[in-house]
């Protein structure tokens, strides 16, 4: 299979490698330069989903279906996450009257 | 029962004893704390003593391994022969008497119970001393006795006027007790060293085959470090100060453990290895000397010492001389005849004084005594019989198991011959110097005193009358061949028939024209110094003077020839000069300066790393990525370079 590559519905593994590698640094990106936490939390679920994506791509490349299954588990797990980041998000909120992920700030040394 | 099992049980019940009356003796009357702790002596002297009746050989008791290595194994074993069965029976046998005299003396004692629970784990580490199979054994339950006895003599630590003295003498006799020790540690590594090994009997096997010279280095560097532990325990030159200020202890205390067992655990260290002292003449030279030296020097000082207790005391000390003079002449038998007539008769006499400091409202003083005759007839029958027989008067048992020592000196030139029969008579001297002041003439203490004077109760009285009578017929246990037909030398016999090397030894017997004539000549002696001190202390009536005095010989005496002064000069000085001078020097100097260097550096380095705990998540989460970014491009460098 050297040198030929398979294609995705007319894509080559190539374009989705790519688009999750964007999808990923602009994650990384945003929760380095916002503040506001649930812009953060966003971030870190984009994040995850272009690590999806990438899964996803891969197993359809290797013509294999159990990454496949893999990840609707993966995106399960992933909303009870996001359940228990708000909640806490709410807590933070309830506390300070402000989601700025700057003010949570007790542990400084 | 089989004997392994018995002889456990001899172990066990002291143990358990002391474990019962040390953690519910609080809540318990006193009468059950001393029938406890007095049963649980008594138990282990019966089944000691049927063991002796069916004992004919040695028995090795293999208990459990404590420490296994690929050449040498330290196990935990006991093992009974004649020597260690009739130790055990001299302690628990005088040891259950002491006991229960102690329930008398220490009526109304706030530390009853702990006194009793500290008396039974001494019974308890004294047999472990002796039953001990190994060298590793016995130096367990040396350090036992050594905590047990700096225990008691510090027991009434909390007493308004002597606590302080009390506790010195108990911290003087741990000190000097830890330099013995140190002697017994080193000879343990030199015993591994030379034989691998610290079994008594394996030591003996491998010595056949190891050769080892006579006097060679080893053997006279092992034999003079365990005479060093010997001479600790022992009371001997140089470190016998101890044992007089131990006395601060209560006086059952002194006579269980500084007269009759404890002390001697030195004379049975060397009975035991005496198959490595056998080959060093050198080292035997160094006992005879030492133990003559301490026989005499004590006996000097017993000669004007005012308290009762010191007197008995020194005159132990001088005891334990004459025993050692006995190993150093090879008569290693003789000298356990010393000890076991010895301990009936201190063991007699300090209960007697007991029993007397009791009735005079713990005065010890013999100047504050006098004319305790009347008051007190039956301790002054049994105090009489322990004088006569440490006098050795005729026919009583120290004169026996004395003229035996003499005997064994004969043979070694009239000098040391000379200085035994002055050592012994000195004895006399002392001996009867103390009774005469305190039983005869008028009493010289307070005239409240003299309305309380009273006999003791007979749980006190009773021990000291079997004592008594063991005191006077203890000699027949080593009747010399010329005096009966059969049955001489029966303990000489005994030990030799099962105790390992002692059969290769043989005591050495004078003629019966000289060993009469020794008898005969020491007892005229005793009897004109008996006559003598009788003249000038009841006849003139002439009565001590205090202790601060006396002028001349006598100051020196009373002194103590100023040993604690030498030593005080010669070593709690410079160490004190040493931490007052050099070490300030030291620790503000050096040491501290070091610690503070450190604990500064510390402290500067703590306050720049913390400031990395920021607290603002974003600078955590780009540290995480740095790292993250530097492991992945480390991993993709090394496996494009190295791996492909």
């Keep these: ?109 | 029962m089989a004997t392994e099992s018995l002889i456990l049980l001899v172990l066990l019940f002291p143990l358990l004893g002391g474990i019962i009356n040390g953690i519910v003796g609080k809540n318990l009357s006193e009468s059950l704390i001393g029938i406890i702790g007095t049963a649980m002596v008594a138990i282990p002297f019966i089944i000691s003593f049927s063991i002796f009746l069916s004992l004919d050989k040695a028995i090795q008791i293999p208990l459990f391994t404590l420490i296994q290595m690929s050449k040498f194994s330290l196990n935990a074993g006991l093992q009974v022969d004649g020597l260690a069965i009739w130790m055990t029976m001299i302690i628990t046998g005088i040891g259950t008497l002491i006991h229960i005299f102690s329930m008398g003396y220490m009526k109304g004692d706030s530390g009853f119970h702990k006194f009793f629970a500290y008396l039974n784990l001494f019974v308890f580490s004294m047999l472990i001393l002796v039953l001990g199979s190994s060298f590793f054994m016995l130096f367990f339950g040396w350090e036992g006795v050594g905590i047990c006895s700096y225990l008691l003599i510090g027991f009434h630590y909390n007493d308004k006027e002597k606590g302080m003295l009390n506790t010195l003498a108990a911290r003087k006799a741990f000190v000097m007790n830890r330099i013995g020790d140190l002697g017994l540690l080193i000879a343990c590594f030199l015993l591994i060293g030379k034989f691998g090994s610290l079994e008594f009997t394996e030591i003996a096997i491998k010595m056949k085959t190891i050769p080892i010279g006579m006097d060679s280095l080893a053997i006279i560097s092992i034999t003079l470090c365990l005479f060093l532990a010997a001479t600790g325990k022992s009371a001997q030159i140089p470190l016998f100060t101890w044992l007089p200020d131990a006395m601060a202890g209560p006086t059952p205390v002194s006579a269980l453990i500084h007269a009759a067992t404890m002390v001697t655990a030195g004379i049975y260290l060397v009975v035991r290895s005496n198959f490595l002292f056998e080959l060093a003449p050198y080292t035997q030279h160094i006992i005879l000397y030492i133990g003559l030296a301490t026989s005499l020097v004590a006996a000097f000082i017993a000669m004007r010492q005012n308290d009762i207790k010191k007197v008995l005391a020194y005159s132990t000390v001088s005891q334990l001389g004459l025993m050692f003079v006995a190993l150093g002449l090879g008569s290693y038998s003789v000298a356990i005849f010393h000890v076991t007539t010895h301990a009936f008769f201190k063991a007699l006499l300090f209960l007697g004084s007991g029993s007397i400091i009791l009735a005079n409202h713990h005065e010890q003083n013999i100047t504050k005594m006098g004319g305790l005759k009347k008051y007190m007839p039956t301790t002054h029958m049994v105090f009489l019989i322990g004088t006569l027989a440490i006098a050795g008067f005729p026919f009583l048992s120290g004169f026996f198991s004395k003229d035996e020592i003499l005997a064994a000196g004969f043979g070694h030139g009239p000098i040391i011959f000379g200085l035994l029969i002055l050592s012994a008579s000195l004895t006399a001297i002392y001996m009867f110097r103390m009774y005469f002041l305190v039983f005869f003439g008028e009493f010289r203490g307070d005239n409240h005193t003299r309305d309380h004077l009273h006999e003791s109760p007979a749980v006190m009285t009773i021990p000291l009358i079997v004592l008594a009578i063991l005191s006077i017929f203890g000699g027949a246990l080593n009747f010399p061949s010329f005096m009966i037909e059969s049955g001489s030398h029966w303990l000489d016999d005994f030990l030799s028939h099962s105790t390992f090397g002692l059969s290769a030894v043989h005591p050495h017997h004078l003629d019966t024209t000289i060993a009469v004539g020794i008898m005969i000549g020491t007892s005229l002696l005793t009897l004109t110094i008996i006559g003598i001190s009788y003249i000038i202390y009841v006849t003139k009536k002439k009565t001590t003077k205090e202790e601060s005095e006396f002028i001349g010989w006598e100051k020196l005496s009373t002194k103590k020839l100023y040993f604690d002064e030498l030593y005080h000069s010669l070593f709690v000085k410079p160490i004190e000069w040493k931490s007052l001078n050099v070490l300030p020097f030291i620790e503000n100097g050096i040491l501290y300066k070091i610690i503070s260097i450190l604990t500064a550096f510390v402290v500067s380095s703590g306050n720049q790393i913390r400031k990395i705990q920021s607290g603002i998540l974003s600078s955590y989460y780009f540290w995480m990525i740095i790292g993250i970014v530097g492991l992945i491009g480390y991993y993709l460098i090394y496996f494009k370079f190295w791996n492909s």
């Design chain 1, 1 to 109: 299979m050297a040198g030929q590559l398979a294609t995705i519905q007319g894509l080559t593994v190539d374009y989705y490698f790519i688009l999750s590698t964007v999808l990923f640094s602009i994650g990384a990106i945003g929760l380095l330069t916002r503040k506001n936490m649930i812009v953060m939390l966003m971030c870190i679920e984009l994040m995850l989903n272009s690590v999806n994506l990438l899964l996803v791509a891969f197993s359809s490349y290797f013509g294999t279906g159990d990454a496949q299954i893999f990840v609707f588990f993966i995106v399960v797990v992933a909303a009870a996450e996001a359940t228990v980041g708000l909640s806490i998000l709410i807590m933070a909120y309830r506390n300070n009257r402000n989601i700025e992920a700057d003010l949570l700030n007790n542990l400084k040394g």
